[in-house]
């Protein structure tokens, strides 16, 4: 009624048939938004891991720290795995090394 059978009978094989880069130009959009999650999402991730990881081996013992708990003090001990911690004068707990968010400029806790 709206469109002949003879028109509806092409309409398929042109859309199949374009051009030299048929199949690579279907998958081009797919292609194209991994290449661009890739430079947007994954490759900022893995530096921030990359800094993340270097700044847990530089600890040292005498350091301030920030851990991801909220708790500010200064490195004791360190371990392979855990760190020690004094949170106030006689107060020390063992933390992952991991749980270390950030290293404070000396003199931050008084």
């Known amino acids: 009624m709206f ?3 003879a028109h509806a009978q092409t309409a ?3 859309a199949a048939d374009s051009g030299p880069f048929g199949a690579i ?3 081009l959009p797919l292609i194209l938004m991994f290449v661009v999650l890739y430079f947007v999402m994954i490759r900022p991730q893995m530096k921030r891991q990359k800094e993340h990881r270097a700044m847990i ?3 040292a013992k005498g350091d301030e ?6 708790l500010i003090g200064k490195v004791t001990k360190l371990g392979d795995n855990y760190v020690s ?3 106030a004068q006689g107060v020390e707990v063992q ?3 991991t749980a ?11």
């Not at 270390?100 to 008084?110: A, H, I, M």
Request: aromatic share 0%.
């Open 25 to 27: 130009g279907s998958l």
């Open 3 to 5: 469109i002949s059978s």
């Open 65 to 70: 720290i920030a851990t991801a708990g909220g």
């Open 85 to 87: 911690v004094e949170l």
């Open 57 to 59: 081996d530089a600890l």
């Open 95 to 97: 933390l992952q090394r």
């Open 12 to 14: 398929p094989a042109a």
């Open 100 to 110: 270390v968010v950030q290293v404070l400029p000396k003199g931050t806790l008084k």
